[in-house]
C-alpha cells in the first residue's frame, strides 16, 4: 500500500521570500512521485517528477524537489515566491502500476 | 496538441436524478484514469481503462457508478440514482502508457453538486 502525507494544509510566503512545501510518502515500491499544481478554475498541471534518476528533481516554473530515500521525503521548494504561484499543491505518489495517490492538498498563498 | 477535455464543466442535479460525465483524452493515449475528489477529502483514483477495457477499477465507490469506453476513445461515467455524497469534483487523465514513469495528464474536471 502507499500514502501521501503533506504537512501544511495551508502556507503562507510574502512574494520574493522562499516557499517550502513538505511531502512525505510510503510506498512498499520503488516509487514514482509527482508534485501537481491546481491554479483557480484550473486542471491539474504536473510541476515535476521523480523515477528513479536524479534525486534532486527541476520542474516547471523555478520549482524543485528533492527525493530523500532515507527520511521518505519529497519536499518542493522555490527560491523566491511569485504572486502566480498562488495555488493548490498535491504531493502524488504512483506505484508500480498506474493509480496515484494523492495528499490531501496543500493551498499555497503569497502576500505582495 | 489539445489536452484531455471535459464535459460539462458544472453540473448541479437533485439527489435521484442521473447525470453522464464525459472525459474526451488526449488523441493516441489508450490509458485513461477517473479520479474524483470530495469536498474537503483527498483526490482518489476510482477507475483506469485501457483502450476499452477496464484495467482497474477498485475505486469505484459502488454500483451507482458506472464507467464505459466504447471504441476506446472518449469515456462516460454515470451516476445513476446520484446521491448527496457524490458532489464533487471529478476528474478524467489519459497518459501514453500504463506504468509509474508515465505523466497523467488532466482535464479540468467537472463540479458535479447533487442537492
Known amino acids: 500500500a502507499q500514502s501521501v502525507t503533506q504537512l501544511d494544509s495551508h502556507v503562507s510566503v510574502s512574494e520574493g521570500t522562499p516557499v517550502l512545501l513538505r511531502c512525505n510518502y510510503s510506498s512498499s515500491y520503488s516509487p514514482s512521485l509527482f508534485w501537481y499544481v491546481q491554479h483557480p478554475n484550473k486542471g491539474l498541471q504536473l510541476l515535476l517528477k521523480?523515477?528513479?534518476?536524479?534525486?534532486l528533481v527541476k520542474g516547471i516554473n523555478g520549482f524543485e524537489a528533492e527525493f530523500k530515500k532515507s527520511e521518505t521525503s519529497f519536499h518542493l521548494t522555490k527560491p523566491s515566491a511569485h504572486m502566480s504561484d498562488a495555488a493548490e499543491y498535491f504531493c502524488?505518489?504512483?506505484?508500480?502500476?498506474?493509480?496515484?495517490?494523492f495528499g490531501s492538498g496543500t493551498r499555497l498563498q503569497v502576500q505582495p | 496538441e489539445a489536452g484531455v477535455t471535459q464535459f460539462p464543466s458544472h453540473s448541479v442535479i437533485e439527489k435521484g436524478q442521473t447525470v453522464t460525465l464525459r472525459c474526451d483524452p488526449i488523441?493516441?493515449?489508450?490509458?485513461l484514469y477517473w479520479y474524483r475528489r470530495v469536498m474537503g477529502k483527498e483526490i482518489k483514483f476510482l477507475l483506469h481503462f485501457v483502450k476499452e477495457s477496464k484495467q482497474d477499477e477498485s475505486g469505484m465507490p459502488n454500483n451507482r457508478f458506472l464507467a464505459e469506453r466504447t471504441g476506446g476513445t472518449y469515456s462516460t461515467l454515470k451516476v445513476q440514482p446520484a446521491e448527496l455524497e457524490d458532489s464533487g469534483v471529478y476528474f478524467c487523465a489519459s497518459s501514453q502508457d500504463s506504468g509509474r514513469l508515465y505523466e497523467q495528464y488532466f482535464g479540468p474536471g467537472t463540479r458535479l453538486t447533487v442537492t
Open positions: 502524488v505518489v504512483s506505484d508500480i502500476w498506474r493509480a496515484l495517490t
Open positions: 488523441s493516441g493515449h489508450d490509458n
Open positions: 521523480y523515477t528513479s534518476a536524479a534525486t
